[in-house]
């Protein structure tokens, strides 16, 4: 989000976000924390509420990098879609801290849900779901604890921290432009 709280037609409010009102804009960066793509998001299309809104901005993102394996890591906005298959995954009340649930489909993609304080979704083509390692976490009284995890999640976190850099220095260098309203 760039925050921005004048008018226009394209400036999104996202309450749940720490900037909650601006312009919303997607974006493709390496491993080098390089933007070399950005789409802004302009709102709703003619006709009501775009379906298929998280694919197609990833299909548009990744045009002209089809067949150069590439590695895609995207955020749980983009896996959404799994969270409603809660029929084919165990219920949350079954799965204790550090378990998991996975299925495969036929083109070997894998659709994990791992409980950590609350379930966490995740969808791999790379990883297989045997690959597991130990992640550290803390208990109720202060404690810690190794509990297993899919490894796909230590991939998705090493580099899902290029946004958040990113992120970290477009704060550092942004400026407050502050308009006053003209009386005529």
């Known amino acids: 989000m760039v925050k921005f709280k004048g008018r226009s037609t394209i400036k999104q409010y996202m309450p749940q976000k720490p900037i909650k009102r601006g312009y919303k804009i997607w974006m493709l960066n390496d491993k080098t924390k390089y933007t070399s793509k950005f789409q802004v998001y302009t709102g709703k299309v003619v006709g009501g509420v775009e379906k298929l809104l998280g694919e197609r901005i990833v299909n548009d993102l990744m045009v002209g990098l089809e067949g150069k394996n590439h590695i895609l890591f995207i955020d749980n906005y983009f896996t959404s879609q799994i969270e409603n ?3 084919i995954f165990l219920p949350d009340k079954n ?6 649930d996975y299925f495969t489909s036929n083109h070997n993609i894998a659709v994990y849900k791992w409980m950590d304080n609350k379930p966490v979704y995740m969808i791999s083509s790379l990883h297989s779901p045997n690959d597991t390692f130990q992640v550290k976490r803390k208990l109720k009284d202060g404690n810690t604890t190794m509990v297993p995890c899919p490894k796909v999640l230590i991939g998705y976190n090493n580099n899902m921290n290029n946004i958040d850099v ?6 550092a260098y942004g400026i407050n432009r502050k308009a006053k309203k003209m009386v005529a």
């Open 95 to 100: 799965l204790k801290r550090g378990d998991f």
């Open 166 to 171: 990113f992120d970290q220095l477009k704060a």
């Open 85 to 87: 298959t809660s029929q």
